[in-house]
């Protein structure tokens, strides 16, 4: 069996190596969170890289169903923290509790124009690969 994609690699060594060596700028792209159907439906997009000021809800773990802003996004460990998604230390300090982006999803984004751009080139080529979906079909 051929690798469907050669700049892949398939050992768990090297996957590894390359996903916690990765630059900010790959990290970013694998910080993407699902958008809500409405928000799907509308952009014709499945996923976005998240940012600060985004809406989310949780979908996964204790804190599920929780929705907030989110506050930061830290790429260096891979989570992003959410407005009151927090827990309280021992000496009652308040800690934001770090949740993984693809355990969220975006129910309203902050749009400016770069991120309108992005939204457009992906739901074009999406089109096009639909168009082009029901050509071989047909």
């Known amino acids: 069996m051929t690798k469907i994609n050669s700049s892949l690699h398939s050992s768990r060594r090297k996957s590894r ?3 916690f060596g990765a630059p900010s700028s790959v990290r970013r792209t694998i910080m ?6 409405e928000l799907r439906e509308k952009h ?6 998240i940012r600060k000021d985004d809406v989310v809800i949780i979908t996964r773990g204790a804190n599920k ?14 989570v992003i923290h959410i407005e009151r ?8 300090q308040a800690v934001p509790i770090g949740v993984h982006p693809s355990k969220v999803q975006v129910i309203k984004l902050k749009l400016d124009k ?3 751009s992005i939204l457009d080139r992906v739901g074009k080529g999406r089109e ?3 168009k082009n ?3 071989a079909t047909a």
Do not use: C, F
Request: proline share 4%; net charge positive.
């Open 114 to 116: 770069d991120r309108e």
């Open 44 to 49: 014709n997009v499945r996923s976005i890289p």
């Open 128 to 130: 096009l690969r639909a």
């Open 65 to 78: 169903g929780r929705e907030g802003k989110v506050t930061s996004v830290y790429r260096l460990k891979y």
């Open 85 to 92: 998604v927090s827990r309280e230390k021992s000496n009652g």
């Open 32 to 37: 993407s969170a699902p958008l809500s159907k």
């Open 133 to 135: 979906k029901e050509k």
């Open 17 to 19: 190596k390359a996903h």
